[in-house]
């Protein structure tokens, strides 16, 4: 079948592909930082004519040249902070670039004016990180700060002019800086960008704009914070107090604080019972399919023993195992066992690690104990569940034992009626403690089950409406790569069909 030669290759392109759009762990994670800091810390843009979004198509043309410079990267999004003049850019890391980058973009007013000097020069500056050789800092052979060796031992200056580089970093954006060490500072003429690379939480993203907002009161093109009218609300401290590098940082910690205050309260909040019974049926629901696909495999049923599962010829329908199974039939049932196990080993991996099983997760709840401490083995699986899983388990073993225990004897003994109405009693009486307020297995672990957001997909873009540019750029990379293998694999079949000729063939 020549035909397989062509389909083949373009199939595994194309899973490859489809695989290629599920985002990273990195990329999601990057993804709700962002979300989580706009909402908490920035909100809505705004402006004479009301609220509006913060999130734009692109930033102006002129921070091109520094986003280069930065690293580029595939745009994830591109947030104002003041319109025409402050943004935030996020860059995720394709094959063209080697990380993820967050870079708060700034205009700048002229730089600082030079004695003797009739016109300031254009400045170039790049203030970065100190390198480490073989895990000590290397020699700082940049613009030398001597009376400031803090900074000097952190970061390595580079410019274009020294007593202008100088003059613009004072000791106060000096001291702010020292708040980020791991943030590289550009300055490019009349714009700045101060940038972390790799992956950060919204707190790590509130101090970069925090330190640029110092910048940008020092040397912007205009006398407004970053953050806006509300960073002219300052909070009235004693004349005695340290000055801050950034005039909004009070209250920026102040709504940062709130909103985790505002945070941890609602995540407190019990669950109700009917939440919290949905959730157990979702998750029981997972075991009855599990049990149930094991049972056909087994050929308990006697209405379902299909040759391609079963050597029909030899069986008996009203005996399980009569004539055994085909090649495909054992296969079946090893699948079917293994979703069983698997579902219950990761709901016991969930469980210990988040409090959460699948249907927690999806309806919004979460298992936490009295005591405020973290969850574990023992207080989340072993007294939580595994202690009631043990009663039909341990029916079903007793039966098994009955005719010779075995893997075999065990796995038929599950779906059988005993099991189930054991189950059964077990699953009511939980019930109904739930419903009575906390359930038994809660008093006997110590545990509580608390609300949380409920499971949602991520957004499918992250910036303005359309498809998010970074699955755009994977399609269209992907999808370019896929007709240039279908155009060179049509014209091979017709130059071997001898429909067309070509010289070096």
């Not at 995540?267 to 049926?281: C, D, F, I, K, N």
């Amino acid at each position: 079948m020549p035909w397989l030669w062509f389909a083949g290759p373009l199939l595994f392109m194309l899973i490859a592909l489809l695989v290629s759009l599920w985002p990273t762990n990195e990329e999601r994670f990057l993804r709700r930082a962002v979300e989580r800091w706009m909402d908490d810390v920035l909100g809505p843009l705004r402006t004479s004519k009301g609220k509006r979004s913060r999130r734009v198509k692109q930033v102006p043309p002129v921070f091109n040249r520094l986003l280069e410079a930065i690293g580029g990267g595939t745009r994830l999004t591109d947030i104002v902070l003041v319109p025409k003049q402050a943004y935030v850019a996020v860059r995720f890391g394709d094959a063209l670039s080697a990380s993820n980058h967050v870079s708060v973009l700034c205009k700048l007013g002229p730089p600082p004016a030079l004695k003797g000097k009739k016109k300031a020069p254009r400045l170039e500056l790049t203030c970065r990180p100190l390198p480490l050789v073989d895990g000590k800092p290397a020699e700082n052979t940049g613009i030398q700060f001597s009376d400031d060796r803090d900074f000097a031992d952190l970061f390595l200056v580079e410019g274009n002019h020294v007593d202008t580089v100088r003059a613009f970093l004072t000791r106060e954006l000096r001291d702010a800086l020292l708040e980020v060490p791991d943030a590289w500072l550009r300055v490019d003429g009349d714009v700045l960008a101060l940038t972390l690379y790799g992956y950060h939480d919204p707190d790590a993203l509130d101090e970069l704009v925090g330190v640029a907002d110092a910048l940008y009161a020092e040397w912007g093109a205009t006398e407004d914070s970053l953050f806006g009218d509300e960073g002219d609300e300052r909070e009235e401290t004693p004349a005695t107090a340290t000055k801050e590098p950034s005039h909004y940082r009070s209250r920026r910690k102040g709504k940062k604080a709130a909103a985790k205050r505002t945070a941890a309260t609602v995540e407190q909040e019990p669950a109700s019972p009917r939440l919290r019974v949905l959730a157990g049926a979702i998750d029981v629901a997972f075991y009855v399919v599990g049990i149930f696909f094991v049972a056909l495999t087994l050929g308990t049923f006697a209405w379902f023993h299909p040759a391609l599962l079963f050597n029909s010829p030899d069986l008996h329908v009203t005996e399980a195992w009569q004539g055994g199974w085909t090649t495909k039939g054992f296969g079946a049932f090893v699948a079917a066992e293994t979703f069983l196990v698997g579902t219950f080993v990761y709901q016991a991996y969930l469980s210990t690690h988040d409090g959460q099983t699948i249907g927690k997760r999806l309806l919004g709840a979460k298992v936490v104990r009295e005591d405020g401490k973290p969850l574990d083995f023992l207080h989340g699986v072993l007294l939580r569940s595994w202690i009631f899983s043990v009663i039909p388990l341990g029916v079903a073993a007793f039966l098994a034992k009955r005719t010779g225990f075995s893997a075999r004897t065990f796995f038929e003994a599950i779906p059988t009626v005993p099991v189930f109405g054991v189950a059964a009693l077990v699953l009511g009486a939980i019930t109904v403690s739930i419903s009575m307020g906390s359930g038994v297995h809660d008093r006997i672990a110590r545990t509580k089950v608390v609300s949380t957001a409920p499971f949602a997909f991520e957004p499918v873009q992250l910036g303005v409406k359309g498809l998010d540019p970074v699955i755009a750029n994977r399609l269209r990379y992907g999808l370019g790569f896929m007709a240039v293998f279908v155009i060179l694999n049509v014209l091979a079949a017709f130059i071997d069909q001898g429909k067309l000729s070509f010289p070096l063939y």
